[in-house]
């Protein structure tokens, strides 16, 4: 079993940067896919980005493109959210996941962290 673990999150303004990392450990070994998703306050989770950890492919939700981008460090099994140019409507908690496969279109992500809080004010 993969387990992942979110970090850094915060509170920041307007037109200010972030960037979240996921930790991921146990049977790191194959293919995996490491997504990000999130959940604003009465709204559904929903899909951010997602990263093939074998190859490097990418996927990213409309409303994050050309703001957000996902990278991973393989020697650190670690997969960042570099988060530009936020707005208030990206606060949510942002939860990322582990999913088997090379296929960053999967729907199969079943080890999921806590969540860490991203809030952005105007």
């Known amino acids: 079993q993969v387990q992942v673990a979110e970090s850094g999150g915060g509170a920041v303004q307007a037109g200010d940067s972030l960037r979240l990392s996921c930790a991921v450990s146990?049977?790191?070994?194959?293919?995996?896919?490491i997504g990000w998703f999130r959940q604003a306050p009465g709204k559904e989770r929903e899909f951010v980005s997602a990263?093939?950890?074998?190859?490097?492919?990418?996927r990213y939700a409309d409303s994050v493109k050309g703001r957000f981008t996902i990278s991973r460090d393989n020697s650190q099994i670690t997969v960042y959210l570099q988060m530009n140019s936020l707005k208030p409507e990206d606060t949510a908690v942002y939860y990322c996941?582990?999913?088997?496969?090379?296929?960053?279109?999967?729907?199969?992500?079943?080890?999921w962290g806590q969540g860490t809080q991203v809030t952005v004010s105007v």
């Open positions: 146990g049977r790191t070994f194959g293919t995996i896919v």
């Open positions: 996941a582990a999913a088997p496969g090379n296929y960053v279109y999967t729907d199969r992500y079943n080890s």
């Open positions: 990263i093939s950890l074998i190859g490097g492919s990418t």
